[in-house]
C-alpha cells in the first residue's frame, strides 16, 4: 500500500518550486494561461501551515503544479481577489466573484470566464477558480462523443414542439455542455428560448438567459410562472428540486412548450420515481415526458495509447455485456494499451467523454409510468426496443478505442 501510495504521489506531483514572486500581476497571468493551455476545469489555490500549494483539476484529476513560500500568499490572494472584485480585507466569510481573462494562444484571443470562490481555513483563505471557456464550438451535439444511433435518438426529441426532456445527472457529469448544446442546435430566430439558470455558464446569442436568485426571493418556481407570459417557444430549467417547480415545468411542457431540464438521479429509471416522489401525478408524468439522457463522464484514453489484443476473460465480459452487439463490432475487438507522453502528463488519459443512455418515452413507457414504475420491467421494455444502456454504450467506446474499460466496468450495474 505504501508503495502504490507513493506512486500516485509521484503521478499526480510534477510541482515547481517558487520562493519569491517579483510581479503578482504577471505571475497570475502566467498562470491563468498554464491552466488553460493545460485543459484544466479548476484551479486550486491552497494555504497549508508552511506554504502555499497551487494544482490543477485536470480530466478530474488534480495535479499538484507549485509549491510556493508563504511569504507569497497574501499578495498572491489579493491579486486574484482584485481581479475578482472581492472584498481585500473580508477574510473570516466566504465570497464569490468572477474573472474575465483574456486567453492568448499564438494570434488568437479568446475570452475566458472564471469562477472565483473563496474558502476561510486555519491558514488563511483557500482559492479555487472553475474554469469556463466560452468557445461556442464546444457546444455542438456533433461533437460530444454520442455514439450515432443515441444522436439520432437526442436530434428526434430536439423536433417536438412539445413535451419534457430530462438530463439525469450527478455532479460533475457535463450536464451543463450538453444542455446548452441542445439549445444551441436551434436557430434563436425562429424560436423565443429563455432559460433559468444557477449559474449562467455560457452566453448564448439570441437566448433570453437569467440567473436565480434566492435572496431576493428569485426563484425557479417565481421565474416560470412569469416565463409563461412571455411567449416562450423553448424553455431550460436549470435545475427541478421540488413539486412546484417540477408541477409547473410539466404542465409548460403540456401547453405547447418545449421545456429541457435537469434532474438528480442516479438512474434514468430514477428520473420517473423522483417526479412522482414530488408529487406529481402519474398520468402528468407520462404525457409529458418525452426523452430521459443519463450521462456520465469517463476519461477519453490519450493520442499515446497503442492497440493491444484482448485476453480471453476480457472477451468474456465485451460478450456478456453486448450480446449480439459484439459479434457486429469483433473485427475490431481489440483496447488501448497507453505509454508514457508529455502531453497527458503520464496520466495515459486526455480530456473527457460521456457515456450516455437516452430514452425516448413512447406510448410502451407512458402505459408503465402511469401503471407500475420498476427497474426491472422498465429495462425489459428498454431492452426491447434496442436502447443502450449506460453500461453498453462505454463498451462500444472501449472497442473504438475511446476509453478503456477500467473506465467503464464501473457502471455495469446502472
Not at 153 to 170: C, H, N, T, Y
Not at 329 to 352: E, H, I, M, T, Y
Request: glycine share 4%.
Amino acid at each position: 500500500m505504501a508503495i502504490q501510495k507513493q506512486e500516485t504521489e509521484q503521478k499526480y506531483s510534477i510541482a515547481k518550486e517558487i520562493k519569491v514572486i517579483d510581479d503578482f500581476r504577471y505571475f497570475v497571468d502566467d498562470l491563468f494561461s498554464d491552466a488553460i493551455k493545460k485543459g484544466a476545469s479548476d484551479i486550486h489555490i491552497e494555504p497549508h501551515k508552511d506554504k502555499l500549494i497551487i494544482r490543477y483539476r485536470i480530466d478530474g484529476d488534480l495535479y499538484h503544479i507549485y509549491t510556493i513560500d508563504k511569504s507569497n500568499q497574501e499578495n498572491l490572494i489579493a491579486r486574484i481577489k482584485i481581479l475578482a472584485r472581492l472584498k481585500i480585507d473580508e477574510k473570516r466569510l466566504p465570497q464569490d466573484g468572477q474573472i474575465v481573462f483574456q486567453y492568448r494562444e499564438g494570434m488568437n484571443i479568446e475570452d475566458v470566464d472564471m469562477r472565483v470562490s473563496t474558502f476561510p481555513t486555519l491558514y488563511g483563505e483557500k482559492i479555487v477558480l472553475r474554469i469556463l471557456r466560452k468557445d461556442m464550438s464546444l457546444l455542438n451535439l456533433d461533437k460530444l462523443g454520442f455514439l450515432s444511433v443515441n444522436l439520432n435518438l437526442i436530434k428526434k426529441a430536439m423536433k417536438f414542439k412539445e413535451g419534457l426532456v430530462l438530463v439525469s445527472w450527478p455532479t460533475g457529469s457535463g450536464k451543463t455542455t450538453t444542455l446548452y448544446a441542445m439549445l444551441n442546435y436551434f436557430n434563436p430566430m425562429e424560436y423565443n428560448i429563455s432559460t433559468l439558470e444557477d449559474p449562467v455558464e455560457y452566453k448564448l446569442e439570441g437566448v433570453a438567459q437569467s440567473q436565480v436568485n434566492h435572496e431576493i426571493g428569485y426563484t425557479f418556481a417565481n421565474w416560470l410562472k412569469t416565463l409563461l407570459r412571455q411567449d416562450p417557444d423553448i424553455i431550460l430549467v436549470w435545475e427541478i428540486r421540488d413539486y412546484e417547480t417540477a408541477k409547473l415545468a410539466v404542465e409548460a411542457s403540456l401547453t405547447w412548450h418545449l421545456v429541457f431540464g435537469t434532474i438528480h438521479a442516479n438512474q434514468w429509471v430514477g428520473v420517473v420515481e423522483r417526479l412522482i416522489n414530488m408529487w406529481v401525478d402519474k398520468y402528468l408524468v407520462a404525457s409529458s415526458l418525452k426523452m430521459i439522457l443519463a450521462q456520465r463522464l469517463v476519461k477519453k484514453l490519450c493520442s499515446c495509447a497503442v492497440p493491444a489484443e484482448m485476453d480471453a476473460e476480457t472477451q468474456q465480459i465485451f460478450k456478456e455485456g453486448l450480446g449480439d452487439i459484439y459479434e457486429e463490432l469483433k473485427p475490431n475487438a481489440s483496447f488501448k494499451v497507453p505509454k508514457w507522453c508529455d502531453k497527458c502528463l503520464g496520466s495515459w488519459f486526455k480530456w473527457r467523454v460521456g457515456l450516455h443512455e437516452v430514452v425516448l418515452i413512447d406510448q410502451d413507457f407512458s402505459k408503465l409510468i402511469s401503471t407500475q414504475v420498476t427497474a426491472d420491467k422498465w429495462e425489459e421494455v428498454r431492452k426491447s426496443k434496442g436502447y443502450l444502456s449506460l453500461y453498453q454504450d462505454g463498451l462500444i467506446k472501449v472497442l473504438l478505442w475511446i476509453t478503456n474499460l477500467q473506465q467503464v466496468l464501473p457502471y455495469k450495474s446502472l
